[in-house]
């Protein structure tokens, strides 16, 4: 089974930090995914990527950027973090053939 | 576009129970249609699928979602509910040009009562 590995589960940042949080996956798939997720509002897109290299902003990518250098890592900058950004964030990994997305277990990042 | 509405953000309902999660998605093209499941402080893991097969779909743990176009609906089922099925449920839809890109749901809490 493929696997998506967040680096951290739980993060806490202070205000105007610069936040990196890494997600590898391990199965070779062309597309990985950002999400952040909060009660009531479901999963909301951030950034994706097709290819090492290349990037596209989802509905919400302010306040965010994104790094993918090699195929499996694929890496969500929060420039200057703030209290708003305080969420579940979610990385997922995905190949055309598949149809489907595979999850990692998330990152929960308090900024304080 | 592509959108998703899932109807109740809590469901309860007793051990034994049929469970029904409802789902209804807008799309302009046919869709792909997921369940995904999460634990709690887990990511989601994928529970079924609909990719223009056959309609209903049987999933892993005993659930099941029938694709309705003409009520644009992906509800999901299971007859008889047990307690580890307390969890949250998403439903999301895929289509386009971007089969890759999916749109969410804002999630129903399943609570199983003893």
């Known amino acids: 089974d493929v696997k998506v590995t967040q680096s951290s589960r739980y993060l806490v940042k202070r205000t105007g930090e610069k936040v990196f949080l890494e997600c590898v996956q391990d199965m070779d798939h062309e597309n990985m995914f950002w999400y952040r997720q909060d009660p009531g509002l479901g999963l909301r897109l951030i950034y994706f990527?097709?290819?090492?290299?290349?990037?596209e902003k989802g509905d919400i990518p302010e306040g965010y950027s994104v790094s993918r250098e090699k195929k499996e890592r694929f890496s969500l900058i929060l420039e200057s973090a703030s209290t708003n950004q305080t969420s579940m964030y979610l990385c997922a990994s995905s190949t055309p053939r598949q149809r489907a997305y595979t999850f990692g277990s998330g990152t929960r990042l308090t900024v304080v | 576009a592509q959108s998703v509405t899932q109807l109740g953000s809590h469901v309860s309902v007793s051990e034994g129970a049929l469970v029904l999660l409802r789902c209804n998605y807008s799309?302009?093209?046919?869709?792909?249609l997921f369940w995904y499941v999460q634990y709690p402080n887990q990511g989601l893991q994928l529970l079924l699928k609909?990719?223009?097969?056959?309609?209903l779909v049987k999933g892993i743990n005993g659930f099941e979602a029938e694709f309705k176009k003409s009520e644009t609906s992906f509800h999901l089922t299971k007859p008889s509910a047990h307690m580890s099925d307390a969890a949250e449920y998403f439903c999301a839809v895929s289509g386009g040009y971007n089969f890759n890109k999916f749109y969410f749901g804002s999630g129903t809490k399943l609570n199983v009562k003893p």
């Open positions: 799309s302009s093209v046919p869709p792909y």
């Open positions: 990527s097709y290819d090492v290299k290349m990037k």
């Open positions: 609909y990719t223009s097969a056959a309609t």
